[in-house]
């Protein structure tokens, strides 16, 4: 037997903030426009770091799938508006690791810069986090070294002018 209520449907719970906040994150990708509106509704909204930090039903955050993605943009507003930089999900793996996974240099060299603490990621993606680490030690020396148009180094340690 079926019964069939006259009754208006239950106003909506109370986690539907951060289910819709989480379905924003998942849209974004790259679109910088979405990135805008994320950061229109944390600036909107009463309680920002709830939703920042709130999780789904694997006990991922915002920052985890912006991690996924590797969207330093929209990591930048999530930490901005209280995410945590050191979240970890159900595996537990933590922001770093899923930056690191997905193979995200410039999100792992973005969360390095703003103080993760890469003590917690997990075991099997030390390697993995170490060999991108030197990377990104690596390219942000060659940037501050390397020559500029004008000139170039000899094989002889002098500089010459180089011919436009």
């Avoid at 986690?15 to 509704?41: A, L, M, P, Y």
């Avoid at 996974?101 to 917690?120: H, M, P, Q, S």
Wanted: aromatic share 6%.
């Amino acid at each position: 037997m079926i019964v069939v209520s006259n009754q208006a449907p239950a106003s909506p719970k109370p986690n539907s903030d951060w289910v819709d906040f989480h379905w924003q994150i998942k849209k974004c990708g790259n679109d910088t426009s979405r990135v805008d509106e994320v950061r229109t509704i944390l600036q909107q909204h009463t309680e920002a770091p709830t939703l920042t930090t709130s999780t789904d039903g694997s006990q991922r955050t915002p920052l985890h799938l912006a991690a996924q993605r590797g969207n330093v943009q929209l990591g930048r507003i999530l930490l901005d508006f209280g995410a945590d930089i050191n979240a970890k999900d159900s595996e537990p793996a933590t922001v770093l690791d899923l930056a690191v996974i997905n193979r995200n240099r410039e999100f792992v060299a973005f969360l390095l810069d703003e103080g993760v603490d890469e003590t917690l990621i997990l075991d099997q993606n030390k390697d993995k986090f170490n060999e991108m680490k030197r990377i990104i030690a690596f390219s942000q020396n060659a940037a501050k070294v390397s020559p500029t148009k004008e000139s170039r180094k000899t094989s002889f340690g002098t500089r010459r002018r180089l011919v436009s």
